[in-house]
């Protein structure tokens, strides 16, 4: 195993940002924000702590993105430099399972996703704390990354666990070797201890918030599709849409069309399914009219349409949708009193 | 690397006005688009917005294609305002149509309503084209009132073709009308056809199509055999940007066309 200190890490990323817009996590009041690289950022950087605030999706696609340009066959963003996302977490490392098997295919696929995706480098870590929101373990997930990185850092007394996850990684560390050196058995034992630490500190908290055990959730929606819990957790649901924009799972986009120097051009903007219109066709016809419709849409989406197509659940236990509801609608909460039905 | 939110420029030849809300659009698109029967197309007016639409000409004719398009809303409104010579946007052809080699061989009974007559007219091009590999083919077509009859001179034409079992009805007829008043399951009972072996093909809106699919089962068409043309709200049309989802399908991809036992189990298909 290999070992980096904090301030070789440092420079790995500055001589990295050559090659890739390099993204750190860095310290904002409570929240964990990505930045770009820079002095003042690295020296606000966090490696361990919890997940960040905003989705992974972020950097892979847009809220924002120009799609098309008048009708010629060029790719916006075609040129753009690839991102490096560092000391990301593992829910958002599985968001990418959802991710990839929507947005990545042969024929449709979307062509800037795909790029950032193979040309883009993750330097994940290892969750150090939790949130009070935190579940992964309770969806399967695990606070510290198993796949999915290119290069995955544990922190340790002055500096970080190694462990390279792909070819790409593996490159990356062999073209900088001299920044690495061999870990210790000491630093292996104390991410150990971290690990499990941190994972029992999450099952303690889906045992109290009484989740169901993740083989139960797949076909949950179905089995309660009729159930009054959803037009009950959906008294206080105010349609702003913040679940859906902020979940490393969710996909959904549209199409907007706007001239640029009198040419087309065709914007992807994150949509959300818990606005009204979402599903309306033209001549006004609704299939989800009512809101409670629309929330049930969201897990039937998570838990019964995902398993089905692409064979896992498309919730990482981040807890970011719980947090970000002004409505306190818990996906916790709602998956309980599923079960409990 | 393809890019699929591309459109390709077309330019419009001319403009067909079918009723005082539906106009037909001929496109001559400058690169071929080569579709299929029941395939979309999403229809682009640069600036304004896209909306998706099924072609209402013969698929074989590579240099124009035709659309048939209701005013209902923002893209519709400013679609009709449209002269020759403007230029607009087509991405495609999406989705999955009729499986035309399915039908070989077998007695196709083609079921359409109101606007659902565009679509099939495509449809019925092709099974013109291939009339002598069916057993037998029946085409029963409703609207509101007479003059809501989409193509009503072609399709009084095809009234007199000796390889077409066809009738047309209205909901409310007027002086002129001299067929039969009613909605289209009332003029589905003459069909003569062994039932239990049929194709059936529906398309629509959505109450035509429920009571045309429900007809179908009583005659006796198996669920397999009936052919439904689903309509929800087709943005990306290649399954990525999810507002058109059905069940554990999303209706852009996986259809529009798909067979009524792939989706009769779905909660609230007709809505």
């Known amino acids: ?341 | 690397m393809n890019n699929p939110y591309r459109s390709v420029e077309a330019e419009v030849l001319k403009v067909i006005s079918e009723t005082p809300s539906i106009k037909t659009f001929v496109f001559s698109p400058k690169e071929e688009l080569t579709f299929g029967p029941g395939q979309f197309m999403e229809l682009s007016v640069p600036g304004v917005g896209e909306a998706p639409f099924t072609p209402s000409s013969d698929s074989r004719n590579k240099e124009t294609m035709e659309i048939t398009i209701v005013k209902v809303g923002k893209v519709t409104d400013v679609i009709h305002e449209l002269k020759p010579g403007d230029t607009v946007g087509l991405r495609g052809p999406l989705g999955k149509g009729y499986p035309l080699a399915k039908f070989i061989g077998q007695e196709v009974i083609v079921v359409g309503g109101g606007v659902g007559l565009a679509p099939l007219r495509t449809l019925m091009y092709s099974l013109f084209h291939m009339r002598d590999k069916l057993k037998k083919l029946v085409y029963r077509g409703g609207c509101r009132n007479p003059e809501e009859i989409l193509y009503r001179d072609e399709l009084e034409g095809w009234m007199k073709r000796p390889d077409l079992d066809m009738k047309l009805t209205v909901d409310v007829g007027n002086d002129d009308w001299k067929g039969p008043v009613g909605v289209v399951t009332t003029i589905m009972d003459d069909i003569q056809v062994d039932f239990s072996r049929a194709v059936g093909i529906v398309c629509g809106p959505p109450i035509m199509m429920k009571f045309g699919t429900f007809k179908l089962q009583e005659l006796g068409v198996p669920d397999s055999n009936i052919y439904l043309s689903m309509e929800k709200n087709m943005s990306c049309g290649f399954g990525k940007c999810g507002h058109c989802r059905l069940g554990d399908f999303y209706c852009c991809k996986d259809g529009p066309v798909f067979t009524y036992a792939e989706i009769r189990d779905i909660p609230g298909i007709w809505e």
């Not at chain 1, 001299?178 to 034992?189: G, H, I, K, M, V």
């Not at chain 1, 989740?211 to 206080?236: C, F």
């Not at chain 1, 087309?264 to 009204?276: G, H, N, V």
């Open chain 1, 1 to 341: 195993m290999l070992f980096i200190t904090r301030g070789n890490l440092n420079k790995l990323l500055e001589s990295l940002s050559g090659d890739y817009r390099v993204f750190v996590p860095t310290q904002s009041g409570e929240r964990t924000a990505f930045s770009p690289l820079s002095e003042k950022t690295l020296e606000k950087m966090v490696i361990g702590g919890v997940r960040g605030f905003e989705p992974l999706k972020a950097f892979y696609f847009l809220g924002r993105e120009k799609v098309a340009e008048g009708f010629g066959p060029e790719t916006p963003h075609a040129n753009d430099i690839p991102p490096c996302i560092v000391g990301v977490k593992a829910c958002d490392l599985r968001g990418f399972h959802i991710l990839d098997h929507v947005y990545m295919d042969e024929d449709y696929g979307d062509p800037t996703y795909m790029k950032a995706r193979r040309e883009g480098l993750i330097i994940s870590s290892d969750c150090t704390e939790t949130l009070d929101t935190c579940f992964c373990t309770a969806v399967g997930g695990k606070p510290w990354p198993e796949s999915d990185f290119d290069i995955n850092l544990s922190p340790a007394a002055d500096g970080f666990l190694v462990l390279q996850g792909s070819e790409k990684g593996k490159n990356t560390i062999q073209k900088y070797r001299s920044l690495f050196q061999e870990a210790t058995d000491e630093t292996t034992r104390s991410v150990k201890q971290v690990r499990s630490t941190v994972k029992r500190k999450l099952e303690k908290s889906a045992a109290e918030n009484k989740i169901p055990p993740v083989e139960k959730l797949a076909g949950t929606v179905k089995r309660n599709y009729e159930s009054s819990v959803w037009a009950d957790e959906t008294s206080t649901c105010v349609e702003c849409g913040a679940c859906n924009t902020i979940c490393p799972t969710c996909h959904c986009f549209l199409l907007y069309d706007q001239q640029s120097d009198g040419r087309l051009a065709r914007f992807r903007i994150w949509d959300s399914c818990l606005i009204k219109d979402f599903a309306r066709v033209a001549g006004g016809e609704n299939p989800r009219a009512r809101l409670w419709m629309r929330l049930r849409n969201r897990f039937d989406k998570k838990f019964d349409f995902f398993p089905n197509v692409a064979g896992e659940v498309a919730c990482t236990g981040c807890g970011r949708c719980i947090a970000a509801c002004p409505g306190k609608i818990d996906i916790r909460k709602v998956l309980g009193r599923l079960d409990s039905e």
